[in-house]
DNA sequence: GATCATACTTACTAGTAAGTAAGTTGTCAA
DNA sequence: TTGACAACTTACTTACTAGTAAGTATGATC
C-alpha cells in the first residue's frame, strides 16, 4: 500500500492549495478526492469531519512557522534581514497561481468556520503579530528600524499591509505585492 | 402590493450584508428569502441567476462611490480631510457586525466568481484605486502630504493597509483598523 | 369589464454538500 | 496460518444548492 502517512499529508497539502485558492466555503471533499484519485470516504476515513481537516491544517502551518522562527540561521541574521525573510512568507504564498495567504483567507471566512477552527485563526495571526511586535521592538532599540508609537500598533500596521496587498493582487496585478512591501520597509527607516 | 422596487432594492441590501459577512460562496437564495418571509422563486424573480444579483451589489457600490467622490462637500474639503473621510469608509463597513469591506471580499471570492463579477470587481478597485492616486498626488503637490515614490505605489499600500486591517479585526480585535488608520496616517506626514 | 403586466407562490429538478455503515484488500506480527 | 489492523471502496443518506415551469392574486390601463 501507500506509505504511512503520505495520502493523509497529501490531503493537507492539497486542502491547503484549495483553501487558499478558494476560501473553506469554495473547496468540498470531492474537490480532494478525484484530484488523489480516490472515493469521498477516503477522505472521510483521514479526516471524519472538514472542521477536523481545517483545523489540521492551521496547526501545521502554525508549526511550520514556529519552525522558520526558530531556524538557526534566523538567530544571525540582522533586523532588516528577518523582515525581509517575512515579507517573503508573503510572496511565497503567491507563487501558486491564485493563492492568497492562510491568514487572509481565514480571516475572510471567519464568520463561517467552525469554533475550533476560529480557535486556531485567532492564534495563528497571534503568532504573527508577536513575533513581528519583537522583531519592530528589538530592531528599533538597536537602531534598525525607526517608527513613532507602539511596536504592536507598527506590527499591526505591517501584517494589515501584507495581508491586503497579497489579497489585492487577484483584482488587479502582482506587482501590487512588490509594491507595498517597497512603502513598508521605507515607513521603517529613519 | 409592496412599493416599486422595495423588495429587489431590500434583496440587493440583504444579499450585500450576507456578501461582507459570509462571502460570495457563504450565502444562499435561501438565506435572503427566509429573512425577507418570501419564496426561493421570488428572489430569482427578481435575479434570474446569482451572478446577476453578485453584478447589482457591485454596480450600486460603485455608483455609490462615485456619488460620494462627486459630493458637493467634498470639493471644499483639506486633503487630510478628504483622506479621513475615505478611512471613514472602512470604518463605517466594521460598524455592522461581522462585516468587511467589499473589496476585501469580493478580492478573495475572486477566484470562484463568475467572469462578469471578477471584471466588476477589478473595475471597482481600480475607482478605489484611482480616486486615491490622485487625492495623494494633489495632496504632496499642495505640501500637505509627504511620502516618496509614485502616488500609486502609496495609494496601493494605503488601500492594502485598510483591506488588510478591515479584514484581520475578525480574527483579533475591532482597535485594529484604527491602529492601521494612525500608522497610514503618520506615514503621510513629513 | 376584459386584458395585461407585476410580483409573486407552489412544486418541482438536477446537482452537490458533508457524512456514514458495512464490506474488501493488502501487510505484518505472532 | 491466522488474526488484526490500516487503508481503503461501495453504496448509501440527508440536507442544501441554484435554477425552472406553471399557476395565481393584485392593480393599472384600454
Not at 528577518?82 to 483567507?105: M, N, P, T, Y
Not at 495563528?124 to 519592530?136: C, G, P, R, S, T
Not at 532599540?141 to 525607526?146: I, L, S
Amino acid at each position: 500500500m501507500t506509505p504511512i502517512n503520505d495520502t493523509k499529508n497529501q490531503i493537507i497539502d492539497l486542502a491547503e492549495s484549495l483553501l487558499l485558492q478558494r476560501g473553506y466555503n469554495g473547496f468540498s471533499y470531492t474537490h480532494i478526492s478525484s484530484a488523489l484519485h480516490v472515493k469521498n470516504a477516503a477522505i472521510h476515513y483521514h479526516f471524519p469531519t472538514k472542521t477536523e481537516l481545517g483545523v489540521a491544517i492551521i496547526q501545521r502551518s502554525r508549526q511550520q512557522f514556529e519552525k522558520w522562527t526558530l531556524h538557526p540561521r534566523m538567530s544571525s541574521m540582522s533586523f532588516a534581514k528577518k523582515l525581509d525573510a517575512f515579507c517573503d512568507i508573503f510572496r511565497d504564498f503567491l507563487k501558486f497561481e491564485g493563492h492568497v495567504c492562510l491568514g487572509s483567507a481565514l480571516e475572510h471566512d471567519f464568520n463561517t468556520l467552525p469554533e475550533t477552527m476560529q480557535q486556531e485563526t485567532s492564534a495563528f495571526i497571534a503568532d504573527f503579530l508577536i513575533w513581528l511586535e519583537k522583531l519592530l521592538k528589538d530592531g528599533r532599540e538597536a537602531g534598525d528600524f525607526a517608527f513613532f508609537g507602539k511596536p504592536k500598533e507598527q506590527a499591526v500596521f505591517v501584517l494589515a499591509a501584507l495581508q491586503g496587498a497579497s489579497q489585492m493582487v487577484r483584482a488587479t496585478d502582482t506587482t501590487y505585492l512588490d509594491m507595498a512591501i517597497r512603502r513598508i520597509k521605507q515607513s521603517l527607516k529613519q
